[in-house]
């Protein structure tokens, strides 16, 4: 995918990478987590509607400074200052997975820049703590002096042995059978979950993600139109996340969606996301 590659140098000393792709409306991409600015899954789809993708690497993610990360107050000054950087006045936000507080907080703090918010099986309230497997896992694999090797492993196995790999992960993005979920999975999904895969670090942006709390207090200033969209079957970020937004943000849409799980861009039912997202952007146009 074409796009063109940025760096903005804040006077604080530090900086914000980021990426622009496409032409027309601009859209604020929040990437998940083990992402960057490099991000591409569900993209096509709205640059062929005629969106412009804007996404900025998250603090402590590729090159963006992880200092900018501090709090989710400092980050969303900061992404308002990368719209003023560009001369960009208002735009649509999509906030992915663990981009979802990021999200919330820009559209909280900044409402007159937000004309709306799509949250994309995103964090919206409690997700990993200590207590949980999955937080000892990431605090061993994907701390920054490891995560560059756990990656290049995985790169590697899954340049050789794509099915296998996504076998093994299946079950930590899925609810469902893994006999259920091939159903879904074609070679094309397969060679997209592949590149995710060769696209992903965690530097140490996933830390501060995993060590950040969504607050409550960031629903009530959301006033732009809202959208959420959510698997069923998400085994990542539980389903329980969209259906807490519904429950603080009654004016949302909520979208519950059938697919595999949470990797709602890829598979056979990509489309019904597809068609969410694009239909809510067209009822709101800026």
């Given at each position: 995918m074409e796009r063109t590659l940025g760096m903005w140098y804040r006077k604080d000393g530090t900086q914000m990478e980021y990426t622009i792709c496409g032409t027309g409306e601009p859209v604020l991409v929040m990437h998940g987590g083990h992402s960057n600015c490099m991000e591409e899954m569900g993209y096509a789809p709205l640059v062929r509607r005629g969106y412009r993708l804007i996404t900025p690497s998250r603090p402590g993610y590729r090159a963006t400074s992880a200092e900018i990360g501090g709090s989710l107050e400092s980050a969303a000054e900061a992404y308002a200052g990368l719209l003023d950087y560009l001369q960009i006045e208002s735009v649509h936000v999509l906030a992915v997975s663990a981009g979802g507080p990021s999200g919330l907080m820009l559209a909280s703090a900044y409402p007159e820049r937000v004309r709306t918010l799509t949250l994309e099986s995103a964090v919206t309230t409690k997700w990993l703590t200590k207590k949980d497997a999955a937080y000892k896992a990431a605090m061993v694999l994907f701390r920054p002096k490891v995560e560059?090797?756990?990656?290049?492993?995985l790169r590697m196995a899954v340049?050789?042995?794509?099915?296998?790999?996504f076998k093994q992960m299946a079950a930590s993005f899925s609810t469902l059978s893994y006999e259920?979920?091939?159903?879904?999975?074609?070679s094309r999904a397969l060679q997209e979950f592949a590149g995710m895969i060769a696209g992903q670090r965690s530097g140490k942006g996933f830390l501060i993600d995993v060590n950040t709390k969504a607050a409550e207090e960031m629903w009530t200033s959301?006033?732009?139109p809202v959208l959420i969209v959510h698997s069923?079957?998400?085994a990542s970020v539980p389903v329980q996340?969209?259906?807490q937004a519904k429950r603080l943000?009654?004016?949302a849409e909520l979208t519950i969606l059938e697919s595999w799980g949470h990797l709602i861009w890829i598979g056979s039912k990509a489309q019904n996301r597809d068609h969410a997202v694009l239909n809510f952007l067209k009822k709101n146009r800026l």
């Open positions: 560059k090797g756990t990656w290049a492993l340049k050789k042995r794509p099915e296998m790999i259920h979920i091939r159903q879904e999975i074609n959301i006033h732009a069923e079957h998400d996340h969209a259906h943000m009654p004016q």
